[in-house]
């Protein structure tokens, strides 16, 4: 790594038009550090004048190689790489994790665990959208969207912190349930979130919904068909504004989300404000969602008894040998995983979030995959990108909701 | 749990067609594809209605070398609700697979990530370049004869001058 690689145009002949190698139009690099691009993504246009020809995404700027890190840890310790991730949807991570280690090893999981699991990844898609509304509108030049969203979020925030301690890297969900039970203060939290938040996702619909600048940058820009999403691999909000009636959460139910009433919002159209529009509404059934599942709150506990895979209560360690065994066992060794593969997947904010664990029959993962949402949804970035203006890319950036973490890994 | 009674037909369809062999752990059914008939499979796949590709990636099995690696499919019926892995078995000298990027838009991706952290060529690809890596990077990250725990450090243009600097001895 002495001198910098120098790229040609001969390198990427195969990608841009003839008359980018005529010199006819333009190459221009958009990013890595564009403001607009949400974090390290590099897009190398070809325009003709303020046109896009043909837009050629770069990537990798932020892999970290969570993947090789997690198979070198047990499967405790390789938890806290999940969070990191996708950092705008830690929870949604763990929980991934968590389900692809209990299919693994066939472990059950309380009653109560499951409900504030979904309590929990609900209100982290509902912080992950905001920021995604805050930031989508700064992109279209609404200021003041971004500060009332992060405003919001900080109350969700809070109530991660009053649960694990941290505001975003929580850790929170572990195989088998989750690490402790919630403190007493959560309910009235979450019940005060569910009281103020329907005025204020009004208050941002009353600023862009029939905002005629929002309507003006966002209709028809970006289009996207049901079958190009699907060829694409698209998940999540983009492909229910493409028409596709996909969510995990309703079609392929776990951690108990068949027991709650919410609907699945869908949109025609396939563009930008479509998108908008879905994930606004996405965050009213988020809502829905859990103000169910705390009013029918199961009581117990929220750690599986299997002391071979969860570590036993402090409580316990004290007076029962075999407890001191067990939790000496799991902090050292970790636990043995069963020979085989699994794929577990959930839906997280950005759509189909899946995890590929397979196990040697060791007590690390073997392989871990991670089959991130943003990954396939940015791909899909050059087909909706040509024949658009630069600043209606912004736009269609903006409504990819890409995090960068989520798509380098 | 058991196997979706509604993909047991389905395997058993694809067994029978192209002489396959399926396994299955915990409820999740795979076949194991020779790599000269992943293009078929993946085309009878999306015409019984698996339209989505979910995953693409490998295991390495290293240091096993026939097949040292397994690459690894997992497709998505939003139709039908169901899943269906594939597994193809790639040896460890001069590792390829056809692509399949003509059929699932999104392998085009996927196989350069397969290219670049496992080394294992997609046959025919129509770009295929290193994706997460930078273009000059050396190895493949995630076989498992590949170390952990050492970092080059990147983007430094004065690399040779600090490391004249370093206290340790040189080569």
């Given at each position: 790594?002495?001198?910098?690689?120098?790229?040609?145009?001969?390198?990427?002949?195969?990608?841009?038009?003839?008359?980018?190698?005529?010199?006819?139009?333009?190459?221009?690099?958009?990013?890595?550090?564009?403001?607009?691009?949400?974090?390290v993504?590099?897009?190398?246009?070809?325009?003709?004048?303020?046109?896009?020809?043909?837009?050629i995404?770069?990537?990798?700027?932020?892999?970290?190689?969570?993947?090789?890190?997690?198979?070198?840890?047990?499967?405790?310790?390789?938890?806290?790489?999940?969070?990191?991730?996708?950092?705008?949807?830690?929870?949604?991570n763990?929980?991934?994790?968590?389900?692809?280690?209990?299919?693994?090893?066939?472990?059950?999981?309380?009653?109560?665990?499951?409900?504030?699991?979904?309590?929990?990844?609900?209100l982290?898609?509902?912080?992950?959208?905001?920021?995604?509304?805050?930031?989508?509108?700064?992109?279209?030049?609404?200021?003041?969207?971004?500060?009332?969203?992060?405003?919001?979020?900080?109350?969700?925030?809070?109530?991660?912190?009053?649960?694990?301690?941290?505001r975003?890297?929580?850790?929170?969900?572990?195989?088998?349930?989750l690490?402790?039970?919630?403190?007493?203060?959560?309910?009235?939290?979450?019940?005060?979130?569910?009281?103020?938040?329907?005025?204020?996702?009004?208050?941002?619909?009353a600023?862009?919904?029939?905002?005629?600048?929002?309507?003006?940058?966002?209709?028809?820009?970006?289009?996207?068909?049901?079958?190009?999403?699907?060829?694409?691999?698209?998940?999540?909000?983009?492909?229910?504004?493409?028409?596709?009636?996909?969510?995990?959460?309703?079609?392929?139910p776990?951690?108990?989300?068949?027991?709650?009433?919410?609907?699945?919002?869908?949109?025609?159209?396939?563009?930008?404000?479509?998108?908008?529009?879905?994930?606004?509404?996405e965050?009213?059934?988020?809502?829905?969602?859990?103000?169910?599942?705390?009013?029918?709150?199961?009581?117990?506990?929220?750690?599986?008894?299997?002391?071979?895979?969860?570590?036993?209560?402090?409580?316990?360690?004290?007076?029962?040998?075999?407890?001191?065994?067990?939790?000496?066992?799991?902090?050292?060794?970790?636990?043995?995983?069963?020979k085989?593969?699994?794929?577990?997947a959930?839906?997280?904010?950005?759509g189909?979030?899946?995890?590929?664990?397979?196990?040697?029959?060791?007590?690390?993962?073997?392989?871990?995959?991670?089959?991130?949402?943003?990954?396939?949804?940015?791909?899909?970035?050059?087909l909706?990108?040509?024949?658009v203006?630069?600043?209606d890319?912004?736009?269609?950036?903006?409504?990819?909701?890409?995090?960068?973490?989520?798509?380098?890994? | 749990?058991?196997?979706?009674?509604?993909?047991?037909?389905?395997?058993?369809?694809?067994?029978?067609?192209?002489?396959?062999?399926?396994?299955?752990?915990?409820?999740?059914?795979?076949?194991?594809?020779?790599?000269?008939?992943?293009?078929?499979?993946?085309?009878?796949?999306?015409?019984?209605?698996?339209?989505?590709?979910?995953?693409?990636?490998?295991?390495?099995?290293?240091?096993?070398?026939?097949?040292?690696?397994?690459?690894?499919?997992?497709?998505?019926?939003?139709?039908?609700?169901?899943?269906?892995?594939?597994?193809?078995?790639?040896?460890?000298?001069?590792?390829t697979?056809?692509?399949?990027?003509?059929?699932?838009?999104?392998?085009?991706?996927?196989?350069?990530?397969?290219?670049?952290?496992f080394?294992?060529k997609?046959?025919?690809?129509?770009?295929?370049?290193?994706?997460?890596?930078?273009?000059?990077?050396?190895?493949?990250?995630?076989?498992?004869?590949?170390?952990?725990?050492?970092?080059?450090?990147?983007?430094?243009?004065?690399?040779?001058?600090?490391?004249?600097r370093?206290?340790?001895?040189?080569?």
């Amino acid at each position: 790594m002495s001198d910098i690689q120098e790229v040609s145009v001969d390198d990427l002949k195969h990608l841009v038009s003839d008359r980018a190698v005529q010199g006819e139009t333009m190459l221009l690099n958009m990013g890595p550090q564009h403001p607009s691009t949400h974090g390290v993504l590099r897009l190398l246009l070809e325009l003709d004048g303020e046109t896009v020809i043909n837009c050629i995404p770069d990537i990798g700027f932020l892999h970290t190689g969570v993947e090789k890190n997690m198979e070198a840890k047990t499967y405790q310790k390789a938890e806290v790489m999940s969070d990191r991730l996708d950092y705008m949807n830690p929870v949604g991570n763990n929980l991934a994790y968590s389900m692809a280690v209990e299919k693994l090893v066939d472990l059950d999981v309380p009653a109560r665990a499951q409900a504030l699991r979904v309590i929990l990844a609900e209100l982290t898609r509902f912080q992950s959208h905001l920021v995604w509304l805050g930031t989508a509108a700064l992109d279209l030049a609404a200021m003041s969207m971004f500060l009332y969203c992060f405003r919001e979020r900080e109350y969700i925030l809070d109530i991660m912190e009053m649960c694990s301690g941290q505001r975003m890297m929580t850790t929170y969900i572990r195989p088998g349930g989750l690490w402790r039970d919630v403190p007493v203060e959560f309910e009235a939290a979450v019940r005060d979130i569910l009281k103020t938040f329907p005025k204020r996702i009004d208050q941002y619909e009353a600023l862009l919904t029939r905002n005629p600048l929002m309507l003006d940058r966002t209709l028809g820009i970006g289009k996207l068909t049901g079958e190009e999403c699907l060829n694409f691999g698209v998940t999540g909000p983009m492909l229910r504004a493409s028409g596709v009636k996909w969510d995990l959460r309703k079609m392929q139910p776990y951690s108990g989300y068949e027991q709650y009433d919410f609907e699945v919002p869908t949109r025609p159209e396939g563009d930008v404000y479509a998108r908008f529009l879905v994930r606004l509404e996405e965050m009213r059934q988020s809502l829905r969602i859990i103000g169910q599942a705390l009013d029918k709150l199961p009581l117990g506990a929220v750690r599986s008894k299997n002391y071979k895979f969860v570590p036993p209560p402090r409580s316990e360690i004290g007076v029962s040998m075999e407890a001191l065994i067990h939790h000496f066992k799991l902090w050292t060794e970790g636990f043995n995983a069963p020979k085989g593969s699994v794929y577990s997947a959930v839906e997280s904010p950005r759509g189909e979030l899946g995890v590929y664990l397979e196990s040697d029959g060791g007590p690390k993962p073997y392989r871990i995959h991670w089959r991130t949402p943003s990954f396939d949804n940015l791909q899909s970035i050059p087909l909706m990108a040509k024949g658009v203006l630069v600043a209606d890319l912004v736009a269609i950036i903006g409504s990819i909701d890409i995090v960068l973490g989520d798509v380098d890994r | 749990m058991p196997m979706d009674k509604n993909l047991q037909p389905i395997i058993e369809q694809l067994e029978k067609e192209f002489g396959l062999t399926a396994r299955e752990y915990r409820g999740d059914a795979s076949l194991v594809v020779p790599a000269e008939k992943i293009v078929p499979v993946c085309q009878r796949a999306q015409g019984l209605g698996f339209e989505m590709l979910s995953v693409l990636t490998a295991v390495d099995y290293w240091p096993e070398e026939q097949p040292r690696f397994h690459v690894i499919y997992e497709f998505t019926s939003v139709s039908k609700h169901l899943r269906l892995e594939i597994r193809v078995p790639v040896p460890g000298i001069n590792p390829t697979v056809p692509t399949v990027s003509s059929i699932y838009r999104n392998a085009n991706w996927r196989e350069r990530e397969l290219w670049d952290m496992f080394g294992i060529k997609a046959l025919s690809h129509p770009d295929l370049r290193r994706i997460l890596m930078p273009a000059d990077w050396e190895g493949h990250p995630l076989r498992k004869d590949y170390p952990l725990g050492y970092e080059e450090p990147q983007f430094t243009f004065n690399y040779n001058e600090i490391n004249l600097r370093k206290p340790y001895a040189k080569e």
